[in-house]
């Protein structure tokens, strides 16, 4: 099978085939798969961290400040020469190209950073109570790689308790 030029939706028919014989093509049900050009998608960051505590360690509920850290990745430079990179590989990547962090509350996005670049984003305690001054609902972030028109896979962090 030869991949296909761009994405597109294709419409396909299975006749399985058994001892008795095979089910035609107008008894059988016809599925649809749309194409979604993975391979172009920019791969999300590795190694988040909050407040430089790894996913395993992340806290329940914190005071003041926070910190979001990244690893970068890059579809284009990593590999290469058949080197894989471990997801929590503290290597920095030249990104392939922006993140997006969102800041959810009980949920709902409270906050937006677009264009990021770097591998951090800091969000104050000042800021969260202006979102919503109830400090009792959970916190999470949610990571968006953007490359041109492609989006990459969307993280969203474990919820904690900031106050």
Do not use: H
């Not at 089910?23 to 172009?40: C, E, H």
């Not at 041109?148 to 962090?157: A, H, I």
């Amino acid at each position: 099978m030869s991949g296909y030029p761009s994405d597109l939706t294709l419409r396909a028919k299975l006749c399985p085939r058994n001892t008795v014989g095979a089910i035609g093509t107008s008894q059988a049900t016809t599925m649809s798969l749309t194409t979604a050009s993975r391979f172009y998608k920019p791969y999300p960051p590795g190694n988040v961290k909050l407040n430089s505590l790894a996913y395993a360690s992340w806290p329940a509920s914190t005071s003041g400040d926070v910190t979001l850290s990244w690893t970068n990745r890059n579809r284009l430079t990593q590999g290469i020469g058949g080197q894989l990179l471990a997801q929590d590989d503290a290597t920095a990547a030249t990104p392939e190209g922006t993140l997006k962090v969102e800041v959810l509350i009980g949920g709902t996005t409270k906050r937006t950073w677009t264009g990021l670049t770097g591998t951090s984003q800091v969000y104050t305690l000042a800021q969260r109570t202006a979102d919503d001054s109830d400090l009792t609902k959970t916190v999470q972030f949610r990571i968006t790689p953007i490359n041109g028109s492609y989006t990459g896979t969307v993280r969203t962090t474990p919820g904690f308790v900031m106050g």
